[in-house]
């Protein structure tokens, strides 16, 4: 069994910035790429960031330059320091990650999510 638990998140004025954090837990092997999503009422979820296991890294338009993916392997924990926060930026952030399990094979968890409100 995994676990995927986020924190981190809150209200804050715009222009402000928040760090999220995701930690998994559970029978785990190795992780590979590590993400983060988010979805806002009435919109898709859509994805934010994401890391491989070797640190390449990916960001969505509207996070570059102003968010920041890493994540601390030997704590199987991925990070989101968000600065420079907008309104538009709301939305409940969730964390996904392809585990390698002891069976040989990788499965996509996901957070339970995080609530992330921007105020004007």
């Known amino acids: 069994q995994v676990q995927l638990v986020e924190s981190g998140g809150g209200l804050v004025q715009a222009g402000g910035s928040l760090r999220l954090s995701c930690a998994a837990s559970g029978s785990i092997l190795s992780i590979n790429r590590m993400d983060w999503y988010r979805q806002a009422p009435g919109k898709q979820r859509e994805l934010v960031a994401d890391?491989?296991?070797?640190?390449?890294?990916n960001y969505a338009d509207s996070a570059k330059g102003r968010f920041t993916i890493s994540r601390d392997n030997a704590k199987n924990t991925v990070y989101l320091q968000m600065n420079s926060l907008k309104p538009e930026d709301t939305a409940v952030y969730y964390c996904n990650a392809d585990i390698l399990m002891y069976d040989g094979n990788y499965y996509s968890y996901w957070g339970q999510g995080t609530q992330v409100t921007v105020s004007s």
């Open positions: 890391i491989t296991s070797g640190g390449r890294l």
